[in-house]
């Protein structure tokens, strides 16, 4: 039965059962004069319940909470056999969200950027279940996760049921931020989530379809025809480029007595768009949307946003104004989700605004909680509060001096510990640890060869500032993912032989190195197929050529090779016959 | 601007403008490693706003109400320059409707099977108009419709206008037939629009993912994973099939565990399903539903349908059943519109269950108004009412007798206007009609080279019920929208040249031949890659090979180029990596 009605995938993984040598294999099929590449990654099928089957020395139970950027990549990358894993989400598919920006105008579609997490997780050879529901409160005393279904159940009310964890990875996410404004949540679109796309994209053709009728007047056609976008960070900026495409490249040719009446603006409450990308690239930015007409509108906050028109606040000049609107989009960065709140209060973090946890992922104040993603930030240990014992650690003969031979043995933990000590190093442009104290001691110390306390300090005193938070970005989130699952995979090997630096405040090593985020560049899409990059090392790229670079980057980035077909498919799709406007 | 920011297919399109011959552009691109085949159309663009902007003759105001096949194909074929059309429809977009079975498993996608009205009339010569809203009141004596959007309005309420009409086209269809059953509204899915395949799409994921929590008990999970199809027709059985193959190729290998709770049952309320079918095919159906598991349950009559269960009532015994379900989906046939009610009781047709029109698609009662395709019903003019009226005309010289030349003088038109008699001969394998009289006379009357009206009764007194009602297929609804399209393109023409037959209660001729519907055949998709066809001349064909010729002939019929990759594309996306099945 299952051989008979499998898919051609599911047959080419069985026919290759026996070889697993053959791990990897490549089907090339031509369907009626097209190709698709089929890249299967060949695994022998039904082991994972034939595990389940056997009678198994007690598993540890992961429970993963989510199923975006952070959790997938946690579970892609988990090989260790040891435990048993639990997935809990409203979301039974992984969305590659960066790609939503596109779905809104129907650039790629829905389907194309999403891939069931249980075909994510069926190819590994442990017993990893997914339940579809919300988890509402997390119990530390008792670990266990409360959850509750997110459909209806006949009875009314919602199935809820708890999960015993041994370790416990919260990956939620976030959501958008409104900052209390008024009225945002009930007449804005939010940008997070793929039904939020989907929205986007139904109300975009719902206001061409109301200002087609005969029975409104040109005034009326000129505000449903006017497209505000809230924020002027990447997505919002990427949006308002994408919309921008989708007008004037599809719609104005479907509804052409309409183009009069478009208008696009984009408000950014600081005075510059892309603010944390290069200024060359903000620039440009600006200038491009200058030439499109997107009109972009700095320096102002929206106070309120009602049905019809949105209320702003000029920074500079406190004056008020309002513009009328056909559809709004709210792009303004992330807030905590009510769930994390309640979990911070519980755990002692209430005063804070966003969970935090230590440079290994652990929630702080609680144990084996790991908390990655959007949902939590690195609260990253200041060298200045660990100085006496960072230079006791240091001084082993207790002489209260350090010279160098001392020093040499703990400047690879320290940094190690400490990442702010290495991007001074790289601001600075200093090469080593040494120099830091020579340059900051002045000429004459440059020959002392012994440190005491207060010199260390004064050295180490600037290193602080160069702390930063990471950006919640799919990057980020991503190697969180990656990290915590190759810790969970040499769990068993660095107890007994810890890899992290010393415990300056304890004894002996931490288990794990920490978390170290690797910045691999940022993109800027700006419409008209020209993209604009900010790469390591400050490198930047604009125009045609980083479009394609961004064609390839995402392209290979993408989960699977079947969202890989889709979603090139879909943009050879767009390049033949444009996007489509239906209304469904 | 037009230029630089238009697709391909455009730029294509606007390349070739200047050379009219070349008329068919096919267009190959090879996007990273796959193939798709554009085939462009072209023809100058703007054109259209052109026209309009010209200072032009009184046009005619023809209204399309509805996007369907009748109205699609009427639009498409419409190539009279002096009609001004205006088209009014809740869809801005015209479906495939025979995939949307296909649709409700991810086999392809809904966005693969439609296409936008403003996309297919926008390369019309003439000007059309879209206007996407409601008819909720046809005003005859003013020639008015009254439309509402579907679209509230900032203020509350919809927007409401009237259009004006010289001829009136209704093709909105027809909604699902409830048959008043309790519940069946509230309850159960119908399969008549691409949002209920969507929906049904969604609904199936919920039940896997809520019988997949821990809370549910064993027997729960088996109610729900029980999916019920009501209605045995083509669009039941398809959707049956369907669902069928989708659990077993695709949805086993994600939720293994849910493999044991799994149920499809079909009722039909007839003694087997695909009754329309020749009895091969239905056999042939039956005992494949046998094999897959797929119980059918014929005799019984829905009597109720409650949020969690459906209430049968068995025609012979009486007994009543309850079968508690987590899906169902309902497709009994069609029901007529309210809309199309009000209007009926406004024509006088209120004590008709469908809308009537003659044998020329004009609506009985009023003049101008034209229905087409599901909405309507064509009420054939019987031999029998006519009989003394067509001896009239016949008998050229008043003898009360008939002979073989008066006779062939109006058997053409005779055949022309009563599609019953051509029914009537084949049924009786006549090659002629005076064979008929012949055979019905016995071997005395062969001799005989006159008639008189009594026996000319008797020969055509059968004839009459040879008369059916058409189907309401895409097929049908698809032939009217372009014998109605062909008409209007030859109205002048055929004013003064009537090509119609003789009008024999009146005088003259009819202005254009009556509507005469031509079978091609039908398909029964059955799953697992096997189709069921019935051809022209009662052929049937019935496996794998008839997959293939389903294949292409829904290929072929697809509306667009676009449309065609896509579904094609789907086609190969489904073989290789099988149905997806995120709850998008």
């Known amino acids: 039965m299952r051989g008979a009605y499998s898919t051609f995938y599911q047959r080419a993984s069985n026919a290759f059962r026996d070889h697993p040598s053959l791990s990897k294999l490549v089907v090339i099929c031509t369907i009626s004069g097209g190709g698709l590449v089929a890249y299967s990654d060949v695994r022998p099928f ?10 198994t020395i007690k598993k540890k139970k992961v429970v993963v909470l989510g199923t975006g950027w952070a959790s997938t990549s946690f579970l892609k990358n988990l090989k260790d056999l040891s435990f048993d894993v639990q997935v809990v989400s409203p979301c039974n598919y992984f969305a590659f969200t960066p790609l939503l920006p596109s779905v809104t105008c129907g650039t790629v579609e829905a389907r194309s950027v999403v891939e069931p997490i249980r075909n994510i997780v069926k190819k590994k050879n442990f017993n990893v279940q997914f339940k579809e529901a919300e988890c ?25 049921f708890t999960v015993d964890y041994d370790y416990l990875i919260i990956a939620m996410g976030a959501r958008a931020n409104t900052f209390n404004t008024p009225g945002v949540v009930e007449h804005a679109h939010f940008l997070k989530e793929v039904e939020d796309a989907q929205r986007i994209r139904r109300s975009i053709i719902d206001c061409f379809e109301r200002a087609s009728l005969p029975s409104v007047s040109d005034e009326e056609r000129k505000k449903i025809l006017h497209f505000v976008v809230v924020g002027g960070g990447p997505t919002g900026v990427e949006f308002a480029a994408e919309l921008h495409d989708f007008l004037h490249e599809d719609l104005i040719y479907l509804y052409p007595d309409l183009e009069q009446y478009i208008s696009i603006t984009l408000l950014e409450a600081g005075d510059h768009i892309l603010n944390m990308f290069d200024k060359r690239i903000t620039a440009f930015a600006e200038e491009k949307f200058q030439r499109d007409g997107i009109k972009v509108k700095t320096g102002s906050m929206v106070v309120k946003v009602s049905d019809k028109s949105i209320t702003l606040k000029e920074r500079a000049s406190g004056e008020t104004k309002v513009l009328p609107f056909g559809m709004v989009v709210w792009s303004t960065g992330i807030g905590t989700r009510p769930v994390i709140m309640d979990f911070m209060k519980q ?3 209430g005063n804070r605004r966003v969970m935090a946890t230590d440079e290994w992922l652990r ?3 609680v144990t084996n909680v790991y908390a990655l993603g959007d949902c939590a930030t690195i609260n990253q240990r200041r060298v200045i509060e660990d100085i006496a014992d960072i230079f006791g650690k240091a001084d082993k003969n207790k002489s209260g001096k350090l010279n160098v031979e001392d020093f040499n043995e703990v400047i690879n933990d320290i940094i190690e510990r400490y990442p702010q000590v290495e991007l001074h ?48 970005t799919a990057q980020v989130a991503a190697q969180q993912g990656e990290y915590l699952a190759q810790c969970f995979n040499r769990m068993k090997e660095c107890d007994e032989n810890p890899e992290g630096p010393i415990r300056f405040r304890d004894s002996g090593r931490h288990r794990f190195k920490p978390f170290r985020y690797k910045h691999l ?6 419409g008209g197929e020209q993209t604009a990059a900010q790469l390591p090392g400050d490198w930047v790229s604009i125009g045609h050529s980083t479009q394609w670079l961004w064609y390839s980057v995402y392209a290979s980035k993408l989960v699977s090779w079947r969202t890989r077909c889709l979603v090139i498919g879909d943009w050879g799709r767009r390049f033949i016959f444009g996007r489509d406007s239906s209304r469904i």
């Open 46 to 55: 039904g082991s994972v319940y034939a595990d389940a089957a056997q009678p």
């Open 425 to 472: 190093l790289k601001s600075k442009k200093l090469k080593n640890f040494v120099q830091l104290f020579q340059s900051d001691l002045g000429d004459a110390a440059k020959q002392a060869t012994h440190l005491d306390i207060e010199k260390f300090k004064a050295a180490l005193s600037e290193v602080d500032s160069k702390m930063k938070s990471l950006p919640p």
């Open 136 to 160: 509402f409160k997390i119990d530390t005393n008792n670990q266990k996760v409360h959850c509750k279904s997110i459909q209806n159940t006949n009875i009314g009310g919602k199935e809820e």
């Open 363 to 365: 929630v702080d104040g």
């Open 521 to 526: 560049g940022q993109f800027a899409p700006l």
């Open 347 to 349: 755990i002692g973090q």
